[in-house]
């Protein structure tokens, strides 16, 4: 069925929202135009993938690593929420997620964004900056993790599997289906139009979005506790988010 050009608009304005706030300060500007969406698929980066492994991404190896899956408990005002993470499929994604939670970086954040008009589409958060009672309210979902050794925002390539592959793509969004795809209760991290921009911004999708296929990268589902998922509203907090499982899994360079 083709989409009403009204509804294609809406789509496009969900989509681009989406890039937005997962992107640095330095990016928003370059980050604007609805023709930038990373999520169509007649761009060049959408077109079938090279060979791109984990040993052709600048400073991967310096990255964490989740060698099978875990377990995250996430509390929202007072009520659990269950994530498997995936490092069977998304191993630097999920380990980058798993590390973020145990060093305690999503404890008192904001979810920023919740998008259920005009129907279901995300519930995003994870910007550090939402900590800050005197960080202004307009700059969340700009920020990500800094690493209080670099002094930078930790950064994470885009990593995606395909059905049948050994092992996962990096650094480009493809048309083939992902092995993780974006069905109801997927979680998946938030980046700005670059691919490799990912750094601790993720978000639940209230739907099946399978449009973002191949474009953003999930690393996980929530199998418990997708109730309290519904209900979150913009400016609710993440109580704690605590690895319940899996803990020994994640692997981080010294």
């Known amino acids: 069925m083709r989409l009403k050009f009204s509804q294609f608009l809406v789509l496009l304005l969900m989509i681009g929202g989406l890039m937005l706030t997962g992107c640095s300060a330095d990016q928003v500007a370059s980050s604007t135009s609805p023709n930038s969406t990373a999520t169509s698929k007649s761009t060049e980066e959408a077109k079938t993938p090279s060979n791109k492994n984990n040993q052709s991404v600048p400073g991967i190896n310096n990255l964490p690593r989740l060698e099978g899956k875990a377990t995250v408990v996430m509390t929202v005002k007072g009520s659990p929420i269950t994530i498997e993470v995936d490092g069977d499929n998304a191993p630097i994604t999920a380990g980058n997620f798993v590390d973020l939670v145990e060093k305690g970086v999503y404890d008192g954040l904001v979810f920023h964004r919740v998008v259920r008009e005009p129907q279901p589409f995300v519930v995003q958060g994870g910007d550090p900056q939402s900590k800050d009672s005197n960080t202004s309210p307009q700059l969340w979902g700009t920020g990500g993790y800094i690493d209080p050794k670099l002094k ?23 048309t083939q289906k992902p092995v993780l795809i974006h069905k109801l209760g997927a979680v998946a991290m938030a980046r700005s139009q670059m691919p490799d921009s990912a750094s601790s911004q993720f978000y639940f999708a209230l739907a099946d979005l399978g449009f973002l296929d191949g474009n953003y990268a999930v690393f996980g589902y929530v199998t418990d506790g997708f109730d309290v998922v519904n209900k979150i509203q913009e400016g609710d907090k993440i109580d704690s988010a605590k690895v319940v499982k899996g803990a020994e899994n994640l692997k981080v360079p010294q």
Do not use: C, F, M
């Open 152 to 174: 930078t925002e930790r950064r994470i390539p885009l990593e995606i599997k395909p059905e049948g592959a050994e092992q996962p793509v990096y650094g480009q969004t493809i």
